[in-house]
Structure formats: structure tokens, C-alpha cells
T-cell receptor, first 114, second 116 residues
Framework: DQQVKQNSPSLSVQEGRISILNCDYTNSMFDYFLWYKKYPAEGPTFLISISSIKDKNEDGRFTVFLNKSAKHLSLHIVPSQPGDSAVYFCAASEESFGNEKLTFGTGTRLTIIP | EPEVTQTPSHQVTQMGQEVILRCVPISNHLYFYWYRQILGQKVEFLVSFYNNEISEKSEIFDDQFSVERPDGSNFTLKIRSTKLEDSAMYFC??????????????FGAGTRLSVL
């Protein structure tokens, strides 16, 4: 039951270039989306989120784009830095009053090449 | 910056034994969660907890699992009789209803449970 899919298990990008990580979802009830970053032996760290009422959210080097009709979101990192090397998870939840469980994708391992 | 803390970082146990995984959520948060990640697989929701009761649980969270908030700061996950397939990384998370970013869950570093 893969409601959230990250089809690229890995991605390598040159330092300074743009990294684009993609995520697709199938559950039309999802209306809040998050990206988490995870280093080995650490928990997921929140990066950026977007509500379904928006199509773009920006925070410094990180921008998330949401295409509701295509059920697709992407995370853009520009410029990419060596410290960005990590596993990135896309997650989704349904809007409700609290207790919105997160459904995660399988993750994309991003490697930034110096 | 406030963070979710989990202990122990690694727990080794024999099959059939009980284990308790501990978490201290961020102090002003009201919603608490447990997730797990089996090696090589995705992070999966186990249970959410609010106002001293379970709000939602997944099919993974069977009768062998229980959660408790024994005092004002700790949040625990108990596995009554561990099985080999319970071996995984267990993450605790918490979130804050009051803020605009109420959907954001903050995760601890996890407890690696190894069942032998």
C-alpha cells in the first residue's frame, strides 16, 4: 500500500547545482505535505512543509512545489551543499484536528559531490 | 532548541521478553506518536496519543503493544512479548496543536531494538 512514493532511491548532484527530489502520492485525502531529512543514526529532521491550499513554499535554499492535479510534489535545494547529503523523506497527512499521522515515502538518498 | 529525547539508543533483548522504550517529548507539545522503521524499509506509523488516550493506531499496533504517559514528561512504548520481526528503529515524535505549524511532527533520534 504505497500511498506516498519516491521513485528515485538515490540522486547525486554537484555542489552548487540544484537538487530536485520528487514525490508522488495516491491518496486524494492528503492535504499537508512535509519533507524530512535524515542522517544515519538520527531521527528525521523537519525541513519544510506545504499545505494543499498553496502550490509553493520557500525557506532559504529549500523550495517545495505542489501540483495537486498531478498528485506530485518536489523539493528543490539550491545551491546544493555537501552538508545536504542525507536521506530525504516525503511525508503526507490528512487535515484533521490533531493526530494527523504521517505516511512516509521510502526516501531518496542525496549525495552532493564536492 | 527543544528536542524529543529517546532512551535507550540501543536495546537488545531476547525473543519473548518485554521491552519499554522511553521518550521525553517537547515540553509544550500535546500530541505524541510512535513510528518504526525496519531496516531498508520506510518509516511506518504505529500509534498516536492525546489527552491520555490512544487517538489512532495502525494494524501493526496489536495487543502486544501499549503506550503510556506515566507522568507529565515521559511517553513510553511497551512491547509485551517481543518477536524477531519487532527488530527495528523506533521513533517517538511530538507535535503542537496551538501553533500554525501544528501538523509538523518533531522526531527523536530513535531507539534501535534488536530482538535475538
Amino acid at each position: 500500500d504505497q500511498q506516498v512514493k519516491q521513485n528515485s532511491p538515490s540522486l547525486s548532484v554537484q555542489e552548487g547545482r540544484i537538487s530536485i527530489l520528487n514525490c508522488d502520492y495516491t491518496n486524494s485525502m492528503f492535504d499537508y505535505f512535509l519533507w524530512y531529512k535524515k542522517y544515519p543514526a538520527e531521527g528525521p529532521t523537519f525541513l519544510i512543509s506545504i499545505s494543499s491550499i498553496k502550490d509553493k513554499n520557500e525557506d532559504g535554499r529549500f523550495t517545495v512545489f505542489l501540483n495537486k492535479s498531478a498528485k506530485h510534489l518536489s523539493l528543490h535545494i539550491v545551491p546544493s551543499q555537501p552538508g545536504d547529503s542525507a536521506v530525504y523523506f516525503c511525508a503526507a497527512s490528512e487535515e484533521s484536528f490533531g493526530n494527523e499521522k504521517l505516511t512516509f515515502g521510502t526516501g531518496t538518498r542525496l549525495t552532493i559531490i564536492p | 532548541e527543544p528536542e524529543v529525547t529517546q532512551t535507550p539508543s540501543h536495546q537488545v533483548t531476547q525473543m519473548g521478553q518485554e521491552v519499554i522504550l522511553r521518550c521525553v517529548p517537547i515540553s509544550n507539545h500535546l500530541y505524541f506518536y510512535w513510528y518504526r522503521q525496519i531496516l531498508g524499509q520506510k518509516v511506518e506509523f504505529l500509534v498516536s496519543f492525546y489527552n491520555n488516550e490512544i487517538s489512532e493506531k495502525s494494524e501493526i499496533f496489536d495487543d502486544q503493544f501499549s503506550v503510556e504517559r506515566p507522568d507529565g514528561s515521559n511517553f513510553t512504548l511497551k512491547i509485551r512479548s517481543t518477536k524477531l520481526e519487532d527488530s527495528a528503529m523506533y521513533f517517538c515524535a511530538s507535535s503542537d496543536l496551538v501553533r500554525v505549524d501544528k501538523n509538523i511532527q518533531y522526531f527523536g533520534a530513535g531507539t534501535r531494538l534488536s530482538v535475538l
